[in-house]
C-alpha cells in the first residue's frame, strides 16, 4: 500500500498516465485500456476502458473493503483489521500490531535515524522508503551513507531521487531490505495484494 500520495504508480513506483482511486486507498496506478495491453507492459497497471475512463474507479482492494500493511505485508478488512496511517495525504495502512491504536502516524512522518518528527508535510528535505515505513531527514540519509561501513548495505545503484507530488518535491528511495529486481529495477512487486 503506497506512502504520502507520492504521483508513483502504486505497482510499479513509476511515474506516467495515472488513474488515483477513488476508494478509502488514493493510491494512483497506470492505466491500460485492454486486457491485451495491460500483460504486454513491465507495470500491469489496471484496466479501465476508454468507455469507463470518466466514471468514478476503485482499485479491486477498495472494492474489496481490504488493505496489506505496508510494514509485515498481512491482508486485512479496512478498519476492523487494519487501518490508514492518519497524517494528512499518507496512503499506507497497517494491521494493528505494526501500528497500535495509540500511535496516530506511521514512521514514514519522523526520522529513522534521529528519531524526531518532521518539521513540516511539505518533506522537502526527507527521503521515504517506497516499500517500508522508513523515512529520514536527507542530511541523516547521506550522513548514513557516507558512513564505510554502510556503503556494502546501500550500495551505489540506490541513490535517492526526487520527484514532484502536490507542488512539492519529494525524495523517495529503496532502503537495503528490499532487494532490487534486475529486469524490474525495483523490488519484486509483492506488495499488491491482488497482483
Known amino acids: 500500500m503506497n506512502q504520502c500520495s507520492p504521483h508513483l504508480c502504486g505497482i510499479c513506483e513509476y511515474a506516467g498516465d495515472l488513474v488515483i482511486c477513488d476508494g478509502r486507498c488514493h493510491r494512483q496506478f497506470h492505466v491500460t485500456r485492454s486486457e491485451q495491453e495491460s500483460h504486454s507492459t513491465r507495470c500491469p497497471g489496471v484496466c479501465i476502458p476508454e468507455d469507463q475512463s470518466s466514471a468514478p474507479w476503485q482499485c479491486p482492494d477498495c472494492t474489496a473493503c481490504r488493505a496489506k500493511c505496508f510494514q509485515c505485508g498481512v491482508v486485512g478488512s479496512m478498519d476492523s483489521e487494519v487501518r490508514k496511517c492518519l497524517a494528512t495525504y499518507c496512503v499506507r495502512w497497517y ?57 556494502v548495505l546501500w550500495g551505489v545503484d540506490r541513490p535517492p531521487w526526487k520527484h514532484m507530488a502536490h507542488d512539492q518535491i519529494r525524495g523517495v528511495v529503496y532502503c537495503p531490505n528490499h532487494p532490487l529486481d534486475p529486469t524490474l529495477g525495483t523490488p519484486a512487486h509483492d506488495h499488491i495484494s491482488w497482483l
Open 95 to 151: 494491521c494493528r500490531a505494526c501500528l497500535p491504536l495509540e500511535k496516530r502516524t506511521c514512521g514514514l512522518h519522523s526520522c529513522h535515524a534521529c528519531h524526531l518528527p518532521f518539521a513540516s508535510e511539505s518533506l522537502e528535505d526527507v527521503v521515504q522508503c517506497l516499500r517500508c515505513p522508513t523515512a529520514w531527514h536527507l542530511d541523516c540519509l547521506q550522513h548514513i551513507q557516507r558512513k564505510d561501513v554502510n556503503k
